[in-house]
């Protein structure tokens, strides 16, 4: 019997299932978050503390990124091949620093701000009698070589051979008024017009004593030597912007050659030279890189006006000599080389070598283009100021000698020429030509630096001739008039200005004798 096979129909076949079809029920993106946390409680707690850290961090102010000012890096070129902009970098207003650094703790390559900067006005009005108005707070040393000298902040020198040394306390106000009426008495662009400082007087009687306006560039530099030889620099002092503007203009009056100045009249190396003198001490004293080059070709220019084998006169390399621009040129040229500028120093055995020749061996007498001749006079005021009544040239003899660094042990000249000019010691007499701050002012820093009983006997006439002759009222107060033998040169400015750095002596070098 055969067996029938039946045939298969698949549709029969019917499949039972407990799970649910893919197509037949489709979870949201929320449901399968909801059930993966519930299977990780962890994962909510962290999305919750990402969240928080988000939110607080919106709630944040926003700070823009800070803006970097630009950065003026002076290059200074060496000397003589330097090239000098064309014009002084405009003044900007820094921030004020409630309280300076000493200059020590200021590295000079973090100082990248042109220093000659306009500081932000200073109120001038205090008066300055009080002791504590001097930059020196004990009159310590001020040794650096030269007219200006200076020291930091609270009368800490950083340059020179000077160790503390006290001075009397009644010179302080005589300073403290001379450098008051000097900074109340300064044009805005910096200089002092020999001629036209009355300008700047309040109500009342207006001050007299005009000078000569050609020596606006040799009176700008007496009246900046006086304010750093009280400590005030560019950096540090009451009177920093005075010093800052007073630099800037010298600096800006400087040609091509170095000459600070035009060559006008036969006393314009005069001018050059004291205006030499304080922009190298502002550079040295403040260490300025952005001055340090005008310093430079300032010095240049003196250099190369000396003539071959000699000293100077009143042109460069003229053939002429004498011992009173010679004495200007030998102090910026010694305070140059103190400040590490270049300095030929065949120059100063040149200058030693002059004034031996026109010294008088007995008296130690210094000649001013020969031995045995007096002091240079105007034509029309050699009566008025007879040279018998002065002996400027051995003052200044005396104290070139000493900054050259001979001593009375190895010259005896110096002893000798010391007592020759206290034959003729400070005496303020308006009747007699007796008048000569020019003489005052070399010989109070020679008989310093000598010391001893001549110092002593110098320094008795000088400060009756000076302490009592201040002006005391009105407009004046604080100058001297200009009565004496160079008065009508510089006028009031110099008078002034001369007579206050004569009273800086006092603490502005260590004398060599104790």
Not at 141 to 165: E, F, K, M
């Amino acid at each position: 019997m055969k067996h029938q096979h039946k045939i298969f129909d698949p549709t029969r076949i019917v499949i039972t299932q407990e799970h649910e079809k893919p197509w037949e029920h489709n979870p949201s993106f929320d449901e399968m978050m909801a059930e993966q946390l519930r299977h990780a409680p962890w994962i909510a707690m962290s999305i919750l503390f990402h969240a928080l850290i988000i939110v607080i961090l919106m709630s944040l102010p926003r700070k823009s990124a800070p803006v970097h000012s630009a950065v003026a890096v002076t290059v200074i070129p060496e000397p003589p091949t330097e090239e000098i902009p064309d014009e002084i970098p405009p003044e900007e207003i820094p921030p004020e620093d409630p309280k300076e650094v000493e200059p020590e703790l200021t590295p000079i390559a973090d100082l990248e701000q042109d220093d000659l900067d306009q500081d932000p006005s200073e109120d001038l009005s205090d008066e300055l009698d009080s002791p504590a108005d001097s930059r020196f707070d004990s009159f310590q040393d001020n040794p650096v070589i030269g007219t200006g000298g200076g020291a930091g902040p609270n009368g800490h020198g950083g340059h020179g051979r000077g160790s503390p040394r006290g001075a009397p306390a009644h010179i302080k106000p005589p300073i403290g008024r001379g450098l008051r009426w000097l900074a109340d008495h300064q044009d805005e662009d910096g200089k002092w017009d020999a001629d036209g400082f009355m300008k700047h007087d309040i109500a009342g009687t207006p001050c007299t004593g005009p000078g000569n306006p050609i020596h606006d560039i040799g009176v700008t530099g007496l009246a900046m030597l006086a304010f750093l030889g009280d400590g005030h620099n560019l950096r540090f002092g009451k009177y920093r912007s005075n010093v800052r503007r007073a630099a800037r203009y010298l600096k800006s009056q400087m040609d091509d050659d170095g000459l600070i100045g035009e060559a006008n009249g036969n006393h314009y190396m005069y001018d050059h030279a004291i205006a030499a003198i304080a922009l190298i001490e502002a550079t040295g004293l403040s260490q300025s890189r952005v001055l340090r080059p005008y310093a430079q070709k300032a010095v240049n220019y003196i250099q190369r006006a000396r003539n071959p084998y000699k000293v100077w006169r009143y042109y460069p390399r003229d053939g002429e000599n004498d011992s009173s621009i010679t004495g200007w040129m030998v102090m910026a040229l010694k305070s140059a080389k103190d400040f590490d500028l270049q300095v030929d120093s065949k120059a100063f055995d040149y200058a030693r070598a002059w004034y031996d020749e026109v010294t008088d061996a007995s008296t130690g007498q210094v000649g001013y283009t020969q031995r045995g001749e007096g002091s240079a006079r105007e034509p029309l005021l050699v009566k008025r100021f007879p040279t018998d009544k002065t002996e400027a040239m051995t003052a200044t003899g005396l104290l070139i000698r000493i900054f050259l660094g001979d001593t009375p042990k190895d010259s005896p000249i110096l002893l000798q020429a010391a007592d020759t000019m206290l034959k003729r010691p400070p005496i303020w007499n308006e009747n007699d030509g007796s008048i000569d701050l020019y003489y005052w002012y070399y010989g109070t820093y020679a008989m310093f630096q000598l010391g001893g009983r001549r110092w002593k006997q110098w320094k008795k006439h000088l400060e009756p001739a000076l302490l009592q002759t201040q002006g005391h009222k009105g407009n004046s107060k604080g100058s001297w008039d200009p009565l004496g033998a160079w008065g009508e040169s510089g006028g009031r400015v110099y008078s002034t200005a001369l007579a206050i750095l004569t009273l800086e002596a006092y603490f502005k070098y260590s004398p060599l004798l104790r």
